[in-house]
């Protein structure tokens, strides 16, 4: 089946260290995002990319980097200067007038 | 700046009572503005669309949206909520390649 494949469902890291969420989609869509969400505030964007090898900043990138070598990976590192890391991190593909999440990622920084 | 605003961020409801949950939208152009529902835990499960044309639209689970273009606004109904429905609302907006949210609108549903 199609679709948007996150992992790991959980990740638990230590304080200073970065860490990458990986994004895998098999829809051949060109454009992928990625989305933080907190309780009380929502989606907010980090970052998204309408093409290989290229990419924009969303509302909130500081403190977070992306790669897209290739159409179905989107991976997202967390680095240490991100404040506060922990959150629930969900990412999209965008397709025609739809968007395709993942199941998520739920990140906690000890 | 183009946003989505969900005003209300709790609502209580009893089982069997309607449902609306408000949107409200600041685009330039009519956007593409979409529903979701996030349930604890999960990822988010889309309940409805709209792009253009009829201005009620229909979803799953019983819900409809109606588009108001004098009132920037793409308001969620449901007639007789279930105890199923308790869950985080999130309207969305997007143009292009874009998609920004609202905050969400919490439901809980009372017997």
């Known amino acids: 089946d199609g679709g948007i494949t996150q992992s790991p469902k959980y990740l638990f890291r230590k304080e200073g260290q970065n860490v990458t969420l990986s994004c895998e989609q098999n829809?051949?869509?060109?454009?992928m995002y990625w989305y933080r969400q907190d309780p009380g505030q929502g989606l907010r964007l980090i970052y998204y990319?309408?093409?290989?090898?290229?990419?924009q900043k969303g509302d909130i990138a500081e403190g977070y980097s992306v790669s897209r070598e290739k159409k179905e990976s989107f991976p997202l590192t967390v680095t240490s200067a991100q404040k506060n890391p922990t959150a629930f991190y969900l990412c999209?593909?965008?397709?025609?007038?739809?968007?395709?999440f993942g199941q998520g990622t739920r990140l906690t920084v000890v | 700046a183009q946003s989505v605003t969900q005003p209300d961020i709790h609502i209580t409801v009893s089982e069997g009572a309607s449902l609306e949950l408000r949107c409200n939208y600041s685009y330039g152009a009519t956007p593409y503005l979409f529903w979701y529902v996030q349930s604890p835990g999960q990822g988010l499960q889309l309940l409805l669309k709209?792009?253009?044309?009829?201005?009620l639209v229909q979803g799953i689970k019983g819900f409809e949206a109606e588009f108001k273009r004098s009132q920037s606004s793409f308001n969620l109904r449901k007639p007789s909520v279930h105890w199923s429905d308790a869950a985080e609302y999130f309207c969305?907006?997007?143009?292009?390649?874009?998609?920004?949210f609202g905050a969400g609108t919490t439901v809980t549903v009372r017997a």
């Open positions: 969305a907006g997007g143009d292009d390649y874009k998609l920004s």
């Open positions: 829809l051949n869509h060109d454009a």
């Open positions: 999209a593909s965008w397709w025609g007038t739809e968007a395709f």
């Open positions: 990319s309408q093409i290989v090898n290229d990419f």
């Open positions: 709209y792009f253009s044309g009829d201005t």
